[in-house]
């Protein structure tokens, strides 16, 4: 029986786990302090349980996940047939000194060992301090294009 849209239980599908581990940022989605919406792309480390994002205390997304924290994030690749993981949660905000841990995982599985490490680097030079950002997953969505089609589609 295939695992219903919504279900965490998605996130051990091939093609979530696929997504999880690929170099592609998640785009998060939120909602901006004047109640408009707002996405940027943003790198992220997943732990088994929750999604790590790191970014830097200056970060304007910081004020609008302080004021509402719910969000939704999305990977979605670029090859047909596509590949879509959709993730609602809510966002909890942990100032830390020094660069987010996961932050810095991330840049690795995103640049390569050598790479990542020089940008973690680089970047500690530059921001004293990090915003650790975990989403736990309440709702998931997965889409493959071969047997996981948008409900709009007449399958």
């Known amino acids: 029986m295939p695992v219903e849209q919504g279900s965490l239980d998605l ?5 979530a786990r696929e997504l999880l581990q690929s170099p592609i940022p998640a785009r998060l989605a939120y909602v901006w302090t004047d ?18 994002l ?3 205390t200056k ?3 910081l004020r609008a996940l302080a004021k509402n924290p719910k969000v939704a994030l999305t990977i979605d690749d ?5 590949k879509v ?3 609602r949660g809510t966002a909890r905000l942990q100032p830390l000194k020094g660069i987010v841990p996961e932050y810095a995982m991330a840049a690795e599985r995103y640049f390569g060992a050598e790479q990542g490490k ?3 680097a680089q970047l500690a030079s530059m921001v004293p301090d990090m915003v650790r950002i975990t989403i736990t997953p309440e709702w998931v969505g997965l889409l493959d294009f071969q047997k996981r089609f948008p409900s709009a589609l007449p399958l």
Do not use: S, Y
């Open 11 to 15: 996130l051990q599908h091939p093609a």
């Open 35 to 52: 109640g408009t919406p707002r996405v940027v792309p943003i790198w992220f480390h997943w732990n088994e349980r929750e999604f790590v």
């Open 54 to 56: 790191g970014t830097p």
């Open 59 to 61: 970060a304007p997304k």
């Open 78 to 82: 670029n090859t047909f047939p596509h």
């Open 85 to 87: 993981l959709l993730v």
């Open 118 to 120: 020089a940008w973690v």
